[in-house]
């Protein structure tokens, strides 16, 4: 029984002494691969970081090439172009100087005995070849001079024996071609400077002078109307050329202020006939000239491009929803008295309403399609041009307060009001013209309603 036992527990304890060999066995095996895989990635590093080290090394040198090869390029350019200007220099001395009229004329100076041979026709030639002769090696002074010249033409000095004297020229013995060149732009440059400022000169007191001759036309308007008045100023300007049309652009109060304090005016564009009316009472302004020019019409808008079914003041109770201005506003109680007149005020009350402050309000409903449809004066969609569009414009004078402009002239008091008449008459001629209604209209105005 003893041995039976004794050989269990040896075979036990052997397979336990395998087990834990082949345990340690293994993890000797999962080291040695770990380190493997380990070196196998840091020797593929070091090589990728050698390959890039290379390539930046061979990127540097072929840059470095590069630049020197351009800078031998440019050397060997600039050599050769001293060469060739060197060359043109020492061709163009050795033309002059061998020349073979030149060199007769030295040799006919000479005869067996040393006597000077004088001939008359030549002399001026060849003393004017000297003399070039000698501007060249002065210019030239590194080519090699002959060793000697003949005395009675000394290079500074005139011969004795020549019976006239070259005549002198005017332009200096020594000259660069290009700064000859330089000089004569500089030249041309200063006297078309100077034809410039003539004419500029010329110009202004021309303009001066038109100014002095424009009669002047001082029109008052109301701020409301500055975009329409200054491009009417400017129109009619260029159809009137000895007209120069003044503005004058204020609030209402502080045109009327100006006038009741004297201040000059020949036309007058307000937007209250009570003013207007008292200034004609006080005999500041004709009575008769007061006159309608423009509304500012009531109209009916929707969002820029909109798809709105209504066309019209009578469909607006088919819109699915509508904003107007408060009754307590100007606007508010136009847009009632229109709606009212048109019988459809009690429909549009039952309608999806919204009441806001004023016109800015309205328009931002719209444009925003927090809203259908609205109503605002002319010159308020005008201003929102881009944002909204009108549908469409309420008839004249369908209410009690329409919005009116008019216009009204001075008081002929003394005689150089009275010469302007013809002038301001020719004015207000124009404002009822269709050029002028198309201004108007382009600001929301409509220039339609009878005085």
Known sequence: MKKKIMGICTAVLLAAVAVVWKYQSDRSRETLSDEKIQTEQTARIQQIQTEELEESKETETKETNTKTTDKETESETQQKSLIETKNKKETQTEEETENPEYQGSLIQRKNAGGETVTDPQTEETEWE???????????????????????????????????????????????DPDQTETQRQTETQRQTETQRETETQKQTETETEEQIQKEELYLFATAALEQTADEIKQLYEEKNPNISVVLNIQEENVLYEEIQNGQPYDVYLSSSLEYLQTLAREEKLEEDSIQVIAEDPIVLIQIEDGDSQVSSFEQIPQAQDFTIAESSTSLGKATREVLENFGIYEQVTEMDLSEVGNANAVMAAVSTQSSELGIVYGTDAANAQGLVEVIAKAPERITSEPVYYYCGTAKETDESRLEKTDKTSEFLQYLESEEAAEIFQKYGFSCTVES
Do not use: W
Not at 135 to 142: D, E, M, T, Y
Not at 145 to 167: G, I, K, M, R, S
């Open 129 to 175: 070849t000297l003399r070039l002769d000698s501007l060249i090696r002065r210019k030239n002074p590194s080519e090699t001079e002959p060793e000697t010249l003949p005395e009675q033409f000394p290079v500074d000095a005139e011969p004795e024996t020549l019976p006239e004297q070259p005549p002198a020229s005017t332009e200096p013995e020594t000259s």
